[in-house]
């Protein structure tokens, strides 16, 4: 019987470790602004090298340090703070968002009369108070027993950032464990009273529930009965805007249901977005394009780049008297030239990749979304001599400030799309024609989405249905039924 025989194979492998300080370094280049800022803050509380440059941009003298400012790397540019372009979609329920207007983030309680009693009262509401402090300001003063403010207390926690209540009763009744035992009468009286406080809406179960809280609000009895019957028999209608829908099943002239609709859209479907205003994020671009003597010109803003500066006096004192006992004090000397060195590789990678892709996608501040070039990550790292992940990590979380808006650097990347005459049209170029179209459309016979594809292929733009669904869906534009107006 033959053995097989054993073999040995070598296997060679070439693989690049990176190092923990370049792993850092990695992590820190993806960081937005503020929160690199952050860090590098971080890093002057605990390093005894580093310090704040207080010395005005552009200011050479200072102290005898090695700075990094606003100075050493841009001109100056003024501070933008913005919204971001794309605000999050916060709820599952979209079309309450098409069809009603924003009610003003301030409280019912603020906008009431106008003598100096409410201008004091406006004041004291905090513009970032959370919704559950402001219901138990207005709890703490009525004069209830210790059973009912359990029950009203459990019913305000439970409320979600709309303002809503998703838990039955009887599950907050059994949460309370009271002795006795919770009545149903008595959770629907404390419902009642988180219901009767301030903003009009709150606690209600659902969004006709919300829009049937705020009904008081409308002083004509006829008026207010007919909307009653639209926001709990035709929410529907009142969403598809079909006015001679509703002026038949409700019997009255369609003028009378328009007016009671204009009505009902200024009421708030939630009013617990009015607080809670950390959710608000703001940007400030970290660099500003301006066109100077006709030519595009991208600088870093100064007001994003940390003010760090290595102290020489500290450092060169340390390095005449160090010695083995010091080596704490010399690890700290290291991680704080690492730092400034850092702060000015960075930014200078971020100006680099801004002006390539401003290069690149000049005609798009002339002429808008239509002019948007089809444009790749390797085409600009080839370009500036970066990997392509850097230039990714580069254009994540940063943001270019221009006279039509500000965009987050990866926003001027998109993938190309071939046309019938054998060239290529971005996919943002193909969504600015939708945009175009559908902002053109007739009111009441609106553009479905396979019309509009059958429209893009007469221009040479072959784009599947199923793709012009996705990128209406990009530019927040409801279905073709949530457009269509009935007359």
Same mark, same amino acid.
């Given at each position: 019987m033959n053995a097989t025989a054993p073999t040995t194979r070598l296997e060679h492998r070439q693989h690049q470790a990176l190092t923990p300080r370049l792993q850092h370094a990695v992590r820190l280049l993806q960081l937005s602004s503020l929160d690199?800022?952050?860090?590098?803050?971080?890093? %002057?509380?605990?390093?005894?090298? /580093?310090?704040?440059?207080?010395?005005? #941009? @552009?200011?050479? =003298?200072?102290?005898? !340090?090695?700075?990094?400012?606003?100075?050493?790397?841009?001109?100056?540019?003024?501070?933008?703070?913005?919204?971001?372009?794309?605000?999050?979609?916060?709820?599952?329920?979209?079309?309450?968002?098409?069809?009603?207007?924003?009610?003003?983030a301030r409280s019912s309680m603020s906008s009431s009369g106008g003598g100096d009693g409410d201008a004091a009262m406006m004041e004291m509401v905090a513009a970032d108070v959370s919704l559950r402090e402001y219901l138990y300001s207005q709890v703490n003063v009525l004069p209830l027993s210790d059973r009912d403010r359990v029950l009203v207390g459990a019913i305000i926690e439970s409320l979600?950032?709309?303002?809503?209540?998703?838990?039955?009763?009887?599950?907050?009744?059994?949460?309370?464990?009271?002795?006795?035992?919770?009545?149903?009468?008595? %959770?629907?009286?404390?419902?009642? /009273?988180?219901?009767?406080?301030?903003? #009009? @809406?709150?606690? =209600?179960?659902?969004? !006709?529930?919300?829009?049937?809280?705020?009904?008081?609000?409308?002083?004509?009895?006829?008026?207010?009965?007919?909307?009653?019957?639209?926001?709990?028999?035709?929410?529907?209608?009142?969403?598809?805007?079909?006015?001679?829908?509703?002026?038949?099943?409700?019997?009255?002239?369609?003028?009378?249901?328009?007016?009671?609709?204009?009505?009902?859209?200024h009421f708030d479907p939630r009013p617990g977005w009015r607080f809670g205003a950390a959710d608000v994020h703001f940007v400030t671009p970290d660099v500003i394009v301006r066109k100077v003597r006709g030519q595009w010109t991208a600088a870093l803003n100064p007001a994003v780049i940390p003010r760090v500066r290595l102290n020489q006096v500290y450092a060169e004192l340390f390095q005449r008297h160090r010695d083995a006992k010091h080596s704490e004090l010399a690890a700290h000397l290291q991680e704080a030239r690492w730092t400034v060195r850092n702060v000015e590789q960075r930014f200078s990678t971020i100006l680099t990749v801004a002006q390539a892709i401003l290069r690149r996608q000049r005609h798009f501040l002339e002429y808008g979304p239509l002019a948007m070039k089809p444009l790749g990550l390797r085409e600009i790292a080839e370009e500036v001599g970066l990997h392509e992940s850097t230039v990714s990590r580069v254009t994540n979380n940063k943001y270019m400030a221009t006279p039509a808006g500000v965009f987050e650097l990866k926003y001027f990347f998109s993938r190309a799309m071939a046309t019938a005459s054998g060239g290529a049209c971005s996919a943002t170029a193909?969504?600015?024609?939708?945009?175009?179209?559908?902002?053109?459309?007739?009111?009441?016979?609106?553009?479905?989405?396979?019309?509009?594809?059958?429209?893009?292929?007469?221009?040479?733009?072959?784009?599947?249905?199923?793709?012009?669904?996705?990128?209406?869906?990009?530019?927040?534009?409801?279905?073709?039924?949530?457009r269509r107006r009935h007359v």
């Open positions: 690199f800022a952050q860090e590098v803050q971080e890093a %002057m509380g605990k390093n005894p090298f /580093l310090e704040h440059d207080d010395s005005a #941009p @552009g200011d050479s =003298a200072g102290t005898g !340090s090695e700075a990094v400012g606003a100075g050493a790397l841009s001109p100056p540019a003024e501070t933008v703070p913005v919204e971001p372009p794309s605000a999050s979609d916060m709820a599952a329920d979209t079309w309450e968002r098409d069809s009603w207007q924003q009610a003003p979600d950032d709309d303002g809503y209540l998703r838990t039955s009763l009887d599950e907050l009744a059994a949460m309370s464990e009271l002795e006795p035992a919770v009545e149903d009468c008595e %959770m629907s009286t404390a419902l009642k /009273l988180v219901q009767s406080l301030d903003p #009009p @809406g709150i606690a =209600a179960c659902s969004v !006709s529930d919300c829009l049937r809280l705020q009904l008081p609000v409308i002083e004509d009895e006829t008026e207010r009965e007919l909307a009653r019957h639209i926001v709990t028999e035709h929410l529907d209608r009142l969403a598809q805007h079909d006015v001679a829908g509703l002026a038949k099943a409700l019997n009255c002239a369609p003028a009378v249901v328009e007016a009671v609709c204009a009505r009902i859209r193909i969504r600015g024609v939708i945009k175009d179209m559908i902002d053109g459309e007739e009111a009441t016979d609106p553009l479905s989405d396979a019309e509009i594809a059958r429209q893009l292929a007469r221009q040479g733009l072959t784009v599947a249905r199923r793709t012009v669904t996705k990128y209406r869906q990009m530019l927040k534009v409801p279905s073709v039924e949530r």
